[in-house]
């Protein structure tokens, strides 16, 4: 069981990474402009937030899933061939929609099987990591839309049929500790909205949105890269080994870190990210910025699995993260769209001077928590029969309970 639960966890990774990175090849080759093509990619996000809705509740019938898995996989397969045989941007919208729908049939399996252990599993870091590696064999080469096709297509409909083989049979309800809103076993930010109150979480939580332009750029990024004789393979090797690598290579020691020391060594990954891509010229600052800031929200995610409360509450509707990432895309599409590779480099410029801020900020307000501290402990100390006048101040509670002398 353990190992049908690893296997599914790194196809369901699979599916999310290659269609993420993948229909935005698509995407930026087949629509009219930029605006378009981020549109698709924010279309995407929000279709799979609403799948989610649907696809992971527990009474989902077993033989129900596995029937829209291999259905969901084939026409996927047809629609993604017809994008380059004249289908254009008509079939790269079916196939988006039906790889939202099977991603979210993915995360499904996924719980079904983790609910089937007798002891709850670890945290799906190796089969994340073997999932994203599988995904960047799959992704070489973004600028061949044919062989991508092929690729693409074909790893769908072998992970759609493989995950419904690995499908349990038994549709007994999840326990209560269920979680809906984080795809994938709860292991995918979806940042609860109480946790922003809290500035020391700040870097932390930009850490894990800087997932959304890292992956939607990747493929012009890719491409930027070429064009200054660099090649595009390195870019996507790079930002996918930067986010799953430290995860893997660190679990255990980020296992073992403070809130205050997650968010310091994000924020000086976001930051230093921001200085690379600002410094230094392109394309070795893309590849800096890619290696930086996949690193944070690596070290974030990490960070999440380790911290049940860092993540949204069970029962939450999974429509609300995936609100916010689609208008985040939006949104930086058209900052992409107006300023061309300069838009790429100032949003994550941003996100590391914003890192910074926070980091800042959370120094200072954990200096003046000591200080606080210090005085009340120090007015604590003072003896109460000092006569003098502080001293009948802070006995005045005490002194107004007394009855009137009169």
């Given at each position: 069981?353990?190992?049908?639960?690893?296997?599914?966890?790194?196809?369901?990774?699979?599916?999310?990474?290659?269609?993420?990175?993948?229909?935005?090849?698509?995407?930026?080759?087949?629509?009219?402009?930029?605006?378009?093509?981020?549109?698709?990619?924010?279309?995407?996000?929000?279709?799979?937030?609403?799948?989610?809705?649907?696809?992971?509740?527990?009474?989902?019938?077993?033989?129900?899933?596995?029937?829209?898995?291999?259905?969901?996989?084939?026409?996927?397969?047809?629609?993604?061939?017809?994008?380059?045989?004249?289908?254009?941007?008509?079939?790269?919208?079916?196939?988006?929609?039906?790889?939202?729908?099977?991603?979210?049939?993915?995360?499904?399996?996924?719980?079904?099987?983790?609910?089937?252990?007798?002891?709850?599993?670890?945290?799906?870091?190796?089969?994340?990591?073997?999932?994203?590696?599988?995904?960047?064999?799959?992704?070489?080469?973004?600028?061949?839309?044919?062989?991508?096709?092929?690729?693409?297509?074909?790893?769908?409909?072998?992970?759609?049929?493989?995950?419904?083989?690995?499908?349990?049979?038994?549709?007994?309800?999840?326990?209560?500790?269920?979680?809906?809103?984080?795809?994938?076993?709860?292991?995918?930010?979806?940042?609860?909205?109480?946790?922003?109150?809290?500035?020391?979480?700040?870097?932390?939580?930009?850490?894990?949105?800087?997932?959304?332009?890292?992956?939607?750029?990747?493929?012009?990024?890719?491409?930027?890269?070429?064009?200054?004789?660099?090649?595009?393979?390195?870019?996507?090797?790079?930002?996918?080994?930067a986010m799953f690598g430290p995860p893997l290579l660190l679990q255990?020691?980020?296992?073992?870190?403070?809130?205050?020391?997650?968010?310091?060594?994000?924020?000086?990954?976001?930051?230093?990210?921001?200085?690379?891509?600002?410094?230094?010229?392109?394309?070795?600052?893309?590849?800096?910025?890619?290696?930086?800031?996949?690193?944070?929200?690596?070290?974030?995610?990490?960070?999440?699995?380790?911290?049940?409360?860092?993540?949204?509450?069970?029962?939450?509707?999974?429509?609300?993260?995936?609100?916010?990432?689609?208008?985040?895309?939006?949104?930086?599409?058209?900052?992409?769209?107006?300023?061309?590779?300069?838009?790429?480099?100032?949003?994550?410029?941003?996100?590391?001077?914003?890192?910074?801020?926070?980091?800042?900020?959370?120094?200072?307000?954990?200096?003046?928590?000591?200080?606080?501290?210090?005085?009340?402990?120090?007015?604590?100390?003072?003896?109460?029969?000092?006569?003098?006048?502080?001293?009948?101040?802070?006995?005045?509670?005490?002194?107004?309970?007394?009855?009137?002398?009169?």
């Amino acid at each position: 069981m353990l190992l049908r639960l690893t296997l599914a966890r790194s196809l369901a990774w699979l599916l999310l990474i290659g269609g993420w990175v993948g229909l935005g090849s698509f995407a930026i080759v087949l629509a009219p402009n930029l605006h378009a093509a981020f549109g698709v990619v924010a279309a995407w996000l929000l279709a799979l937030g609403v799948a989610a809705t649907v696809a992971t509740r527990d009474a989902l019938r077993p033989a129900t899933r596995r029937g829209a898995l291999v259905v969901g996989g084939l026409v996927t397969g047809v629609a993604l061939q017809a994008t380059v045989r004249g289908g254009g941007m008509g079939a790269l919208l079916v196939a988006v929609l039906a790889w939202a729908v099977l991603t979210a049939l993915a995360s499904g399996v996924v719980r079904g099987l983790r609910f089937a252990q007798r002891a709850p599993p670890g945290a799906p870091i190796g089969a994340a990591s073997l999932g994203a590696t599988a995904a960047a064999l799959l992704l070489l080469d973004l600028g061949d839309l044919g062989g991508l096709a092929v690729r693409l297509g074909g790893a769908v409909i072998v992970a759609t049929v493989a995950l419904a083989a690995l499908q349990p049979g038994d549709g007994s309800a999840a326990p209560a500790s269920r979680c809906r809103a984080g795809l994938f076993d709860c292991s995918l930010p979806a940042w609860p909205a109480g946790a922003w109150h809290d500035v020391q979480q700040w870097p932390t939580l930009l850490a894990g949105v800087a997932m959304l332009p890292l992956m939607a750029t990747l493929p012009l990024m890719s491409e930027w890269c070429r064009a200054r004789g660099v090649e595009p393979d390195a870019m996507v090797v790079l930002h996918l080994g930067a986010m799953f690598g430290p995860p893997l290579l660190l679990q255990r020691a980020v296992a073992s870190w403070s809130l205050r020391t997650l968010s310091t060594v994000c924020a000086a990954c976001l930051a230093s990210g921001a200085l690379a891509a600002l410094a230094i010229p392109a394309p070795s600052g893309l590849l800096a910025l890619a290696a930086a800031q996949g690193a944070a929200w690596g070290l974030a995610w990490l960070g999440q699995l380790w911290a049940p409360q860092r993540r949204s509450r069970a029962g939450t509707s999974p429509l609300r993260p995936a609100l916010g990432y689609a208008a985040l895309t939006v949104g930086f599409g058209f900052v992409v769209a107006s300023l061309g590779i300069e838009g790429v480099v100032l949003t994550h410029a941003a996100l590391g001077v914003l890192a910074a801020i926070a980091w800042l900020l959370a120094v200072v307000v954990r200096a003046r928590g000591r200080d606080v501290e210090k005085d009340g402990g120090a007015v604590a100390a003072r003896p109460a029969s000092t006569g003098s006048a502080g001293a009948a101040l802070n006995d005045l509670p005490t002194t107004r309970s007394l009855p009137s002398s009169r």
